[in-house]
């Protein structure tokens, strides 16, 4: 092989070499996976032994990973002044036996973002994130971005925004990471966001509608509609409508909505079970901050079962998801109780 005889040592394992045409290669988080140039594909199983394998250990000394202008990732050996696509510790690779779930599912309430994109090389994929300054976006930016995707966190508050960029960059200096404005509670403001996107001239592969208010007293937006309502699903409607055509040109991609499982303890039907748009944009009168929060994440539920009937068809998925029970993070910062009720939750919920 030679990745072996680049290393300096022979090839003793004539069943592990690779059939004319295939290359090993190596993912950034050091996954072994093959190239097949003549079919123009790749796999994680070797093509003779069908094994998956992972480099063992970090690079030899005076070896450093780098990643060129089309994400590929190459290394350079500072010692001997060269350089290679070839990942040195190939020569030192180990088995992959991964152990079948059995009865317990493979991802649980115990598992984190970086654990489940292991071994996942994202180098190309482009991402939005709304709301991605902190708390479960920002996990989800960073996580994504340090396995190789290009993305944007879209924030209202762009000090934020750039604060969390930096902590990003500090994990891993050549992130692709960059912060955009984008208020919800400003129809606006979303225009202006996708038209800045669309300027960039780039795919969108995933587009993740996390943003939201919870618990906020009773307010207009400047469009005139009660804020949760518009900042947790209006807006991202918005945002999806404008997008869809990149989305489309982009696939396959998909849309996540963060919802949550307070969608189930409300309704928006009238008494003749039709559609109260009242109950939607409720009057000071009418609103109730925890109901408006469950209507809002029950219109995320319908609108992504919708969206990905309409769009599957053309490669685009979406999905919605339930983040977990009263995680801590900072959706609760507008009211003391909200506060009280989540540090009280605390130790029995998912940590961020």
């Known amino acids: 092989m030679a990745a072996l005889k680049y290393a300096g040592l022979e090839d003793t394992d004539s ?31 070797h093509p003779k ?26 290394f350079v050996d500072h010692i001997n002044k060269r350089t290679t ?28 973002a970086m654990e489940i994109l292991q071994g996942r090389d994202l180098s190309g994929k482009v991402v939005i994130i709304t709301g991605a300054n902190s708390g479960i976006g920002f996990e989800t930016a960073k996580s994504l971005a340090l ?16 604060e969390a960029v930096q902590r990003i960059l500090a994990e891993w200096h050549k992130a692709k990471v960059e912060a955009m404005t984008l208020d919800l509670a400003s129809l606006q403001s979303v225009q202006h966001f996708a038209e800045a996107f669309k300027s960039k001239n780039v795919p969108l592969h995933i587009l993740i ?24 699903h209006l807006g991202h409607f918005y945002l999806v409508q404008l997008l869809e055509d990149i989305l489309r040109r982009s696939s396959p991609a998909r849309v996540v909505m963060v919802s949550s499982e307070s969608h189930r303890f409300t309704e928006i039907k009238d008494s003749s079970g039709k559609l109260d748009f009242s109950l939607l944009s409720p009057s000071k009168k009418e609103y109730w901050a925890m109901l408006a929060y469950n209507r809002s994440k029950l219109c995320n539920i319908l609108f992504s079962n919708e969206l990905n009937r309409r769009l599957s068809p053309h490669g685009v998925t979406s999905n919605a998801v339930h983040p977990g029970n009263m995680i801590y993070s900072s959706i ?4 003391w109780l909200y506060t009280l009720l989540f540090t009280l939750a605390r130790p029995f919920t998912k940590s961020m």
């Open 15 to 45: 069943e592990e070499e690779l059939p004319p045409g295939w290359e090993e290669r190596t993912t950034k988080d050091g996954w072994v996976y093959y190239a097949n140039h003549l079919e123009e594909k790749t796999q994680w199983e």
């Open 49 to 74: 032994s069908g094994k998956r394998k992972r480099v063992a250990g970090g690079l030899p000394y005076g070896w450093e990973q780098e990643t060129d202008e089309n994400g590929q990732v190459y």
């Open 85 to 112: 696509y070839l990942d040195p510790r190939l020569a030192f690779t180990v088995e992959d036996t991964p152990v079948k779930p059995t009865t317990r599912q493979k991802y649980d309430g115990n598992s984190t």
């Open 147 to 162: 396995h190789g995707a290009y993305v944007i966190l879209a924030c209202r508050n762009m000090s934020r925004g750039n």
């Open 209 to 232: 509608c996390n943003a939201a208010v919870f618990g906020v007293p009773w307010c207009l937006t400047e469009d005139d509609l009660e804020s949760t309502f518009q900042v947790n």
């Open 332 to 335: 609760h910062r507008n009211w």
